[in-house]
């Protein structure tokens, strides 16, 4: 007898009744739950596809030249929005083996939570909002009317709702138990946030938390390795000292505790085993008071957050975060010059409204039809009456939304000295490119 045979779905749901919690999300009630309906694959349950599409995304490639704090040639050893990405998925894989819950949609989760993540990380977040609220109106430029915002989160989901095309459909059209922990990784922003074409099915969008308890694993090691690795690269680049670091409470808990190796001795080895049993301590502390927590749970849909933090140690992380956002971003965000940054996301911005044709053609095609395009194209952005049309449409503003927060941080200075080039068949190659 063969004793090495295909594992099928049927089998592999059976595992995951026999081997997960009660309350962990089961991947054979959640293939209906994909927008466009789909028959279930030969071997792969539902959240191994989602995490495979996330992986062979295009977004998902672009991640390794945009920016977490450090500029990304800043050196080598710094965090990317794509080394961050990883490390929220080991970290929250291991917290959901440990828990019992399940491992590949909290590893789908994890890997998409970032996709919409703009060049320049934060400073990019804030100009898209600005003018995509209407609150920057680029000189005069726009009329200062609300498009809807920008949110990280809600531009992660509309990048896989929408944006990707690699399909016969938009999108990567994800189950919903992804798609709902990729929107909540971060907290909502309902009254200032209303994104276009927004699809609310399956969100649980009036809970501030993700339903399932898979979601709410990887905004918790979303924030774990943000302190972390955040931390370890600001000492690394001397914004702060390690005397500075030692007056932290959490660090003088794990002090206590932890053999770390004599400061003085090796400030290297210290900061690297601090570091190490750092994330050993706050995910250990997540476990275990959330397993406590989920003693009163008695469905499958969590109404509310169950995986956090310990009382006792909230604070302390919390008095973490406020340290590294003082001595650290704020440093860093004066040393990359945020201002520049700034400055050439609304350049780019006014350069894509009032010259809508260079805009790749695949992302204009959402909203003007195939004749409308071409004369736009062919015209080379000349038909006064065609271009003046387009500047009134909405769909217009957050297309070039869409085109600006999917570039990374190097492309968007190519294509600014570009254009201020006047290079025009140049601006063309770039926006063309696959």
């Known amino acids: 007898m063969n004793k090495f045979l295909k594992r099928k779905i049927e089998l592999l749901w059976q595992i995951e009744t026999q081997v997960l919690s009660p309350f962990a999300a089961k991947s054979r009630d959640w293939n209906i739950t994909r927008i466009i309906s789909e028959p279930e ?159 609310y099915q399956g969100l649980f969008y009036e809970l501030d938390d993700a339903a399932t308890l898979e979601g709410q694993i990887v905004a918790v090691c979303d924030e774990i390795a943000q302190r972390t690795h955040d931390l370890e690269d600001g000492i690394r680049a001397g914004y702060v000292d390690i005397e500075q670091i030692r007056h932290l409470k959490l660090v003088k808990r794990i002090e206590k505790t932890a053999e770390l190796p004599d400061f003085e001795k090796s400030s290297y080895l210290y900061r690297n085993r601090l570091i190490q049993y750092l994330i050993n301590f706050l995910v250990t502390d997540v476990i275990d008071a959330s397993l406590i927590r989920l003693q009163k749970l008695t469905e499958n849909r969590a109404k509310e957050l169950y995986v956090w933090f310990s009382k006792d140690i909230h604070p302390l992380q919390d008095e973490l975060d406020r340290f590294i956002h003082a001595e650290i971003i704020a440093t860093a965000s004066d040393e990359r010059k945020d201002h520049e940054a700034v400055q050439i996301l609304r350049d780019l911005f006014a350069f894509f409204y009032n010259n809508p044709h260079q805009l790749p053609e695949y992302r204009l095609k959402d909203f003007l039809s195939d004749s409308e395009l071409t004369d736009l194209v062919h015209s080379g952005g000349k038909n006064q009456k065609l271009l003046s049309f387009i500047k009134k449409q909405p769909k217009l503003l957050r297309a070039i939304c869409d085109h600006i927060a999917g570039m990374t941080d190097n492309f968007a200075e190519q294509e600014i000295k570009v254009i201020h080039s006047k290079d025009r068949q140049n601006i063309q190659r770039l926006n063309n490119l696959p």
């Open 41 to 199: 694959h030969e071997y792969r349950t539902s959240f191994q596809r989602d995490r495979d599409r996330i992986i062979h995304s295009r977004a998902f490639r672009r991640l390794k030249h945009k920016r977490q704090v450090f500029l990304t040639h800043y050196g080598d050893h710094y965090r990317t929005r794509m080394t961050h990405t990883l490390e929220v998925s080991q970290l929250a894989r291991t917290m959901a083996r440990t828990m019992g819950l399940n491992e590949d949609l909290t590893e789908a989760i994890a890997l998409a939570h970032d996709l919409g993540h703009t060049p320049f990380g934060h400073a990019g977040e804030v100009v898209l909002h600005q003018i995509m609220s209407g609150r920057d109106t680029l000189n005069n430029l726009l009329t200062g009317e609300n498009f809807g915002g920008f949110k990280h989160n809600y531009q992660s989901l509309r990048v896989v709702d929408f944006n990707e095309k690699k399909y016969s459909w938009n999108g990567l059209n994800l189950t919903a138990a992804v798609r709902e922990g990729v929107l909540k990784h971060t907290r909502l922003n309902r009254p200032e946030l209303d994104y276009p074409d927004f699809i």
